[in-house]
């Protein structure tokens, strides 16, 4: 048992205090999606479906956020270990470039050709023209999100968290009152129903904007990255920027494209398919960000250990957070059974969408213990530990190969039950949790930047 737990107070203690903000942050930004699709689903199907599939083309977006901003973690969390701070200013200046012209492009097919966008994932025609309005009101979200996303990320792997949290929160009450004034029309405003949850999620975002770059940018004391370091040679990182985050940019990138095309195999089964699947997915999100925060904590910590040079220790607290997160699993797979059955009962939906959203929820308990497992291991112990490439492969060779596959052949052409089709287009955890797990033991892992 001593060789599965570190006895290292101090360890729990930065475990924790790196994990909270991050679970609190992810509770805000899941709370206020159960709202806006609460609010929505008293209007029907319709528009809690097209507001769904838009925001699976934001999450794509957002993935590569992730991607930017967890690629450059990698580097800025082994140089902050060990005090390197010009090179975690390099870091940041090529995170902020590339992820700037990924929003703005972004940005242009969101706005220009939203329609072709929303017949990816279903052909429904009321469900395509309500997401391309939601679209188009949503262009600005791109960029102000993609840099609030990746300096949050830059934050985090210097082990500030206090400043995010609370822009989230704000954020929060931002969003779910804006969307509650435009979706029903108070205050004299109109009725705008999903165009009004659009319009409550930009005005959210730019509030979050202000707080995180303004902090960034002129209140920050570690890194003390100004606008002026924009403007500043990278030329001499840009050779390890592209060996190891790079492979974090495409992993993320993948995995967000893999989940799209999930996505799609959901919107051509049926239109209540899509709306069960909303609802639960929620639920799941709701209950696992513990395992989130631990999965992000472990690459923080991993990252400062491996830069620091103390290997020993980054195997050891790595063993014990592998153990933390099949525990969580456990925990998150029993609150999703507790909780979720109220949720499903909250909404007005069809009796069939229920039906579909309960054996989703089944589904969901049993694989979220993967879930937890995967998300520590890749996400945090072996990407922080610099194994960037081999991440890259499991997390979305897995996914594009065989869930994506198996679950298209299994919910559309042979028509499986909903429980079924869903632990079929979540086979890949499965795999990785395995190849992970033997990847850890090998130690092949740790590559110092």
Same mark, same amino acid.
């Given at each position: 048992?001593?060789?599965?737990?570190?006895?290292?107070?101090?360890?729990?203690?930065?475990?924790? #205090?790196?994990?909270?903000?991050?679970?609190?942050?992810?509770?805000?930004?899941?709370?206020?999606?159960?709202?806006?699709?609460?609010?929505?689903?008293?209007?029907?199907?319709?528009?809690?479906?097209?507001?769904?599939?838009?925001?699976?083309?934001?999450?794509?977006?957002?993935?590569?956020?992730?991607?930017?901003?967890?690629?450059?973690?990698?580097?800025?969390?082994?140089?902050?270990?060990?005090?390197?701070?010009?090179?975690?200013?390099?870091?940041?200046?090529?995170?902020?470039?590339?992820?700037?012209?990924?929003?703005?492009?972004?940005?242009?097919?969101?706005?220009?050709?939203?329609?072709?966008?929303?017949?990816?994932?279903?052909?429904?025609?009321?469900?395509?023209?309500?997401?391309?309005?939601?679209? /188009?009101?949503?262009?600005?979200?791109?960029?102000?999100?993609?840099?609030?996303?990746?300096?949050?990320?830059?934050?985090?792997?210097?082990?500030?968290?206090?400043?995010?949290?609370?822009?989230?929160?704000?954020?929060?009450?931002?969003?779910?009152?804006?969307?509650?004034?435009?979706?029903? =029309?108070?205050?004299?405003?109109?009725?705008?129903?999903?165009?009004?949850?659009?319009?409550?999620?930009?005005?959210?975002?730019?509030?979050?904007?202000?707080?995180?770059?303004?902090?960034?940018?002129? /209140?920050? /004391?570690?890194?003390?990255?100004?606008?002026?370091?924009?403007?500043?040679?990278?030329?001499?990182?840009?050779?390890?920027?592209?060996?190891?985050?790079?492979?974090?940019?495409?992993?993320?990138?993948?995995?967000?494209?893999?989940?799209?095309?999930?996505?799609?195999?959901? =919107?051509?089964?049926?239109?209540?398919?899509?709306?069960?699947? #909303?609802?639960?997915?929620?639920?799941? /999100?709701?209950?696992?960000?513990?395992?989130?925060?631990?999965?992000?904590?472990?690459?923080?910590?991993?990252?400062?250990?491996?830069?620091? =040079?103390?290997?020993?220790?980054?195997?050891?607290?790595?063993?014990?957070?592998?153990?933390?997160?099949?525990?969580?699993?456990?925990?998150?797979?029993?609150?999703?059974?507790?909780?979720?059955?109220?949720?499903?009962?909250?909404? #007005?939906?069809?009796?069939?969408?229920?039906?579909?959203?309960?054996?989703?929820?089944?589904?969901?308990?049993?694989?979220?213990?993967?879930?937890?497992?995967?998300?520590?291991?890749?996400?945090?112990?072996?990407?922080?530990?610099?194994?960037?490439?081999?991440?890259?492969?499991?997390?979305?060779?897995?996914?594009?190969?065989?869930?994506?596959?198996?679950?298209?052949?299994?919910?559309?052409?042979?028509?499986?039950?909903?429980?079924?089709?869903?632990?079929?287009?979540?086979?890949?955890?499965?795999?990785?949790?395995?190849?992970?797990?033997?990847?850890?033991?090998?130690?092949?892992?740790?590559?110092?930047?």
């Amino acid at each position: 048992m001593n060789k599965l737990f570190v006895r290292n107070k101090r360890f729990y203690w930065l475990l924790i #205090s790196l994990a909270l903000p991050v679970v609190f942050q992810n509770m805000i930004t899941i709370g206020v999606n159960i709202v806006d699709t609460m609010m929505l689903g008293s209007y029907g199907e319709i528009q809690l479906s097209a507001s769904s599939l838009a925001n699976d083309f934001i999450n794509l977006f957002q993935f590569l956020c992730m991607g930017v901003g967890s690629g450059a973690a990698v580097l800025t969390s082994q140089y902050y270990g060990r005090q390197d701070f010009s090179n975690v200013k390099k870091t940041v200046t090529l995170m902020l470039r590339f992820i700037t012209l990924i929003a703005v492009f972004c940005m242009l097919l969101a706005a220009v050709c939203p329609a072709a966008i929303m017949r990816i994932y279903i052909q429904d025609p009321q469900v395509v023209a309500m997401g391309v309005l939601y679209l /188009r009101i949503s262009v600005p979200t791109f960029i102000l999100h993609g840099i609030t996303q990746t300096l949050t990320l830059t934050l985090r792997s210097i082990r500030d968290v206090k400043i995010p949290l609370a822009a989230s929160i704000v954020s929060f009450f931002t969003n779910i009152f804006f969307n509650w004034v435009f979706i029903f =029309g108070h205050f004299g405003a109109p009725e705008m129903q999903i165009a009004g949850a659009a319009l409550g999620t930009v005005l959210a975002r730019i509030v979050e904007f202000a707080i995180i770059a303004g902090y960034f940018f002129f /209140r920050e /004391r570690h890194i003390q990255y100004r606008i002026r370091d924009l403007f500043c040679s990278v030329r001499d990182l840009i050779p390890v920027y592209f060996r190891f985050s790079v492979p974090v940019i495409f992993s993320d990138f993948l995995l967000g494209t893999g989940n799209s095309m999930v996505s799609v195999v959901i =919107g051509h089964i049926s239109t209540s398919f899509v709306a069960a699947n #909303s609802i639960v997915t929620m639920i799941q /999100r709701l209950s696992s960000v513990m395992t989130q925060g631990v999965g992000q904590a472990s690459a923080v910590l991993t990252g400062n250990r491996v830069g620091n =040079g103390e290997v020993e220790k980054a195997v050891e607290e790595g063993r014990t957070m592998i153990v933390l997160s099949f525990l969580l699993g456990l925990v998150t797979g029993g609150i999703i059974l507790l909780i979720g059955p109220a949720i499903i009962n909250a909404y #007005s939906i069809p009796a069939q969408t229920r039906d579909i959203a309960m054996q989703l929820l089944a589904a969901i308990s049993l694989m979220v213990v993967f879930q937890s497992l995967q998300s520590v291991l890749t996400k945090g112990i072996l990407r922080g530990g610099g194994d960037t490439r081999y991440c890259m492969i499991v997390d979305a060779g897995f996914l594009w190969l065989v869930s994506i596959p198996f679950g298209w052949i299994g919910g559309v052409m042979i028509g499986t039950s909903a429980f079924i089709t869903y632990i079929l287009l979540k086979l890949d955890w499965i795999i990785k949790v395995v190849l992970c797990l033997r990847r850890f033991h090998s130690r092949v892992w740790i590559k110092k930047v």
